[in-house]
């Protein structure tokens, strides 16, 4: 089955044999070692300098690490301002209000380009937030959020980014410094390639708040993580296996060239993919040069329902991704993440129009 669903991803053969590793106590040097490589790999993909960030690991999905770098990064004095323009956004206002933590809100319509200007403005009229916490890539729609341009503002003003980066981590640029990013989570299962049940935080180490400043969660707390982390041990139990994983997808992705190298693989395959669909009458949902490299959301064809096309597309072999909240009747989207080739693009779209041409069987049919 190919998954053309944004993560979990169809695995390599060198991640899934990985996923076999010895039996492993994380109370042993052997995990101190395989968690101080896993820690220095993340960084290296984006070239951090260890003495200024560190990465933390967790057992969790995404939305664990995005938890723990919301819940743990913004001082108890300090306020917390969240871009919205989708579920990811929404959902890390929704988790800093289950915190108590105060926050505004830049709210924008699902899929819209963020107002930078109206970001400056509430910047401006209170001086007390001192982060602003927005999603890189929107996997909503596919909007890939302007960090650059975000950032800028922020920097002049002394406020950090908290970004999720949950599937942009890996194939996008993301100018960690130059943008002012405090921190930023991601995921073992998306653009990584990797088997799904690991997260993670890379934080610049001069925003991590003194032991037991901050003090909202027991289980999420990234300074603990970062502190014995760093000490080569762990708070709790890791998922071993899936670090295993994580490690052989890393080694992968820097034979392959790294986070530009996929960039490119990613945006010649979503080309591809765009492209074909357009030549059967399918288009994307936001504008050419909106969508990142990972992701595109496209319009249902007319008359078409989303489970006739996932099922007609699932019993071909093909896994495709729904709209999600109020999108999920009118879109679907395709990620092509993973061990995905020019040829599986071939024949998905080959699947696409034989599926299209048995539903307009079907009508003409009816129509008689
Ligand atoms: C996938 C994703 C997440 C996390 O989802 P999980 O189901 O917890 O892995 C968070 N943010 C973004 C932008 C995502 O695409």
């Given at each position: 089955?190919l998954?053309?669903?944004?993560?979990p991803?169809?695995?390599?053969?060198?991640?899934?044999?990985?996923?076999?590793g010895?039996?492993l106590?994380?109370?042993?040097?052997?995990f101190?070692?395989?968690?101080?490589r896993?820690?220095?790999g993340?960084?290296?993909v984006?070239?951090?300098?260890?003495g200024l960030?560190?990465?933390?690991?967790?057992?969790g999905?995404?939305?664990?690490a995005?938890?723990s770098?919301?819940?743990?990064?913004?001082?108890?004095?300090?306020?917390?301002l969240?871009?919205?323009?989708g579920?990811?956004?929404?959902?890390?206002?929704?988790?800093?209000?289950?915190?108590?933590?105060?926050?505004?809100?830049?709210?924008?319509?699902?899929?819209?380009?963020?107002?930078?200007a109206?970001?400056?403005?509430?910047l401006?009229?209170?001086a007390r937030?001192g982060?602003?916490?927005?999603?890189?890539?929107?996997?909503?729609?596919?909007?890939?959020?302007?960090l650059?341009a975000?950032?800028?503002?922020?920097?002049?003003?002394?406020v950090g980014?908290?970004?999720?980066?949950?599937s942009s981590f890996?194939?996008?640029?993301?100018?960690?410094?130059?943008?002012?990013?405090?921190?930023?989570?991601?995921v073992?299962?998306?653009c990584?390639?990797?088997?799904?049940?690991v997260?993670?935080v890379l934080?610049?180490?001069d925003r991590?708040p003194?032991d037991g400043?901050?003090?909202r969660?027991?289980?999420?707390?990234?300074?603990?993580?970062?502190?014995?982390?760093?000490?080569?041990?762990?708070?709790?139990?890791?998922?071993?296996?899936?670090?295993?994983?994580l490690e052989?997808?890393?080694a992968?992705?820097?034979?392959?060239g790294?986070?530009p190298?996929?960039?490119?693989?990613?945006t010649?395959?979503a080309?591809?993919?765009?492209?074909?669909?357009?030549?059967?009458?399918?288009?994307?949902?936001l504008?050419?040069?909106a969508?990142?490299?990972?992701?595109?959301?496209?319009?249902?064809p007319?008359?078409?329902?989303?489970?006739s096309?996932?099922d007609?597309?699932?019993?071909?072999?093909f896994?495709i991704?729904?709209?999600?909240?109020?999108?999920?009747?009118?879109?679907?989207r395709?990620?092509?993440?993973?061990?995905?080739g020019?040829?599986?693009?071939?024949?998905?779209?080959a699947?696409?129009e034989?599926?299209l041409?048995?539903?307009?069987?079907?009508?003409?049919g009816?129509e008689?």
């Amino acid at each position: 089955m190919l998954l053309l669903n944004p993560g979990p991803v169809n695995l390599s053969d060198r991640v899934r044999r990985a996923l076999l590793g010895p039996d492993l106590c994380h109370r042993e040097e052997e995990f101190t070692g395989l968690q101080t490589r896993i820690r220095a790999g993340l960084l290296r993909v984006y070239d951090l300098d260890p003495g200024l960030w560190s990465a933390v690991l967790l057992t969790g999905s995404g939305t664990a690490a995005v938890e723990s770098m919301v819940t743990s990064l913004v001082p108890p004095d300090s306020g917390l301002l969240v871009i919205e323009n989708g579920v990811y956004g929404e959902r890390m206002a929704r988790i800093a209000e289950i915190y108590r933590i105060p926050i505004h809100r830049a709210s924008h319509e699902w899929g819209a380009e963020v107002d930078v200007a109206r970001v400056a403005s509430i910047l401006e009229r209170d001086a007390r937030i001192g982060l602003v916490a927005v999603a890189h890539h929107e996997t909503t729609t596919g909007r890939l959020n302007d960090l650059e341009a975000i950032g800028r503002d922020c920097r002049r003003r002394g406020v950090g980014l908290l970004v999720d980066g949950v599937s942009s981590f890996g194939a996008e640029p993301i100018r960690f410094e130059e943008w002012g990013i405090a921190a930023c989570a991601g995921v073992s299962n998306k653009c990584l390639h990797a088997a799904p049940g690991v997260s993670f935080v890379l934080v610049r180490r001069d925003r991590l708040p003194a032991d037991g400043a901050v003090g909202r969660t027991l289980y999420l707390d990234l300074a603990t993580h970062h502190r014995e982390q760093d000490r080569g041990g762990t708070r709790f139990t890791q998922s071993v296996q899936c670090l295993y994983a994580l490690e052989a997808a890393l080694a992968e992705l820097g034979c392959a060239g790294g986070w530009p190298a996929r960039h490119e693989r990613y945006t010649r395959l979503a080309t591809r993919t765009r492209e074909g669909l357009m030549r059967l009458g399918i288009r994307p949902a936001l504008p050419q040069g909106a969508s990142s490299c990972v992701l595109n959301a496209y319009r249902l064809p007319k008359g078409v329902s989303y489970e006739s096309f996932h099922d007609g597309l699932k019993e071909r072999g093909f896994v495709i991704y729904a709209g999600q909240g109020g999108l999920a009747g009118g879109m679907f989207r395709i990620s092509t993440m993973g061990t995905v080739g020019d040829r599986d693009i071939e024949r998905f779209l080959a699947a696409v129009e034989s599926l299209l041409e048995a539903h307009r069987a079907v009508r003409v049919g009816a129509e008689r």
